[in-house]
């Protein structure tokens, strides 16, 4: 059975002092649910303050990007090692963003894949399509092949802590959410292609995130599917309410 696992990206939104009353508030809402895994990503100067004030709760803290090298001349750059010690559990790797802003290829999230594994970080890998691949019918090649080359460099025995979100970029911030039919045929493709990489009981235990537009009133919907097994929550993440409806209506039937 894979517990639920439902994370916030704060992405680029608010200051040290506005996140750690986002996740005191957030810490209260949710210290009583049981059965959903829940992190929050707020940016790395938010991740000491929080994760101090998360201490000895059920809400788990995650970095939003992690560079390969463990060290070095790499200005603004941010280890791995460094993440954990500040109290991330996880890391977001490969966000579209990401791919899209900053140059992100398939390339750089297997090194950074690697280097969180290494570090003792596990990792949500992103993945998706853009509207005009959904609208080519390529869609489904198109999520493979950045999930083939995002886990270039994991060996089988250890996917099995591997999350991977699959999150289509047109449903990114537009409102605009994939149908729960829609999510989960491409999660089934996904799950198939995990199978085939590594083995069926590894695959069976990898949880795939949807993400794109989820909200409290989309959520138990996209959940209910048999391969959508949490999300990744952007901006309904950014307000403690909204993000714990998202968590409660995520919790197993
Ligand atoms: P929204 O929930 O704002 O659509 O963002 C999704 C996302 O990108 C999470 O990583």
Excluded at 170 to 182: D, F, L, V
Excluded at 196 to 217: L, P, W
């Amino acid at each position: 059975m894979r517990v639920p696992f439902v994370a916030g990206n704060w992405k680029l939104n608010k200051t040290p002092t506005e996140a750690v009353e986002l996740a005191l508030e957030l810490r209260r809402l949710v210290s009583s649910v049981r059965g959903v895994e829940i992190a929050i990503a707020p940016t790395a100067v938010c991740i000491v303050p929080v994760a101090k004030k998360l201490e000895e709760s059920n809400v788990k803290v995650a970095a939003q990007n992690v560079f390969w090298e463990s060290g070095g001349a790499y200005t603004g750059e941010l280890s791995a090692a460094m993440l954990k010690d500040a109290g991330a559990e996880y890391v977001i790797i490969g966000h579209s963003e990401r791919r899209t802003y900053f140059g992100e290829t398939d390339e750089t999230v297997a090194k950074r894949v690697r280097a969180a594994l290494d570090a003792d970080l596990k990792v949500i890998v992103c993945i998706g399509e853009t509207l005009p691949q959904r609208d080519s019918g390529k869609f489904l090649d198109v999520v493979g092949s950045q999930l083939i080359g995002g886990l270039a460099k994991v060996a089988a025995d250890e996917a099995a802590e591997l999350v991977i979100a699959y999150e289509p970029v047109w449903a990114i911030g537009t409102g605009r959410t994939a149908s729960p039919e829609q999510a989960q045929e491409v999660h089934a493709y996904i799950r198939g292609k995990l199978v085939e990489r590594f083995d069926a009981q590894t695959a069976a235990a990898i949880r795939i995130q949807y993400g794109g537009s989820v909200k409290g009133s989309n959520a138990a919907e996209l959940m209910s599917q048999p391969d959508i097994d949490g999300a990744l929550v952007g901006g309904a993440s950014l307000e403690a309410n909204s993000f714990a409806d998202i968590i409660r209506a995520s919790r197993p039937q």
